[in-house]
């Protein structure tokens, strides 16, 4: 069995995607075998050199849904989608408005 995730849904471009990721047996203790990890763009590209478990992001990259895939003896075994978009945090105001006439207590 295999755990995998990110730190974020969605990234930005130029962002680090950061994958953790732990292979666990029936006992739900550590296990030793070998697994593959590839990465596939929102075009279903595979990003080569995934050597460590933060990628970072191009500026450019492809937008949408990118996979990270695990494999063992070349079949896939878990996957995990997340977004790559560009987004802006929304943005609010807060008014303040007081009564005609109201007078703060004095001590």
Same mark, same amino acid.
Do not use: C, H, M, W
């Given at each position: 069995m295999v755990f995998i995730g990110t730190d974020k849904p969605i990234y930005k471009p130029? &962002? %680090?995607?950061? %994958?953790?990721l732990i292979a666990v047996d029936s006992m739900l203790k550590?296990?030793?075998?070998d697994v593959t990890v590839e990465i596939l763009d929102a075009k279903n590209l595979h990003i080569d050199g995934m050597?460590? %478990?933060?990628?970072? +992001?191009?500026?450019?990259p492809n937008?949408? %849904?990118w996979k990270v895939r695990v494999l063992?003896?070349?079949k896939t075994i878990? &996957?995990?989608d997340f977004g790559v978009e560009r987004?802006? +945090?929304p943005k609010y105001e807060v008014r303040l408005l007081r009564k005609i006439g109201f007078c703060p207590m004095r001590r």
């Open positions: 130029g &962002q %680090i995607v950061r %994958i953790r550590k296990t030793e075998d050597a460590e %478990i933060e990628f970072p +992001l191009s500026n450019e937008e949408g %849904i063992r003896n070349g878990d &996957q995990l987004y802006v +945090l």
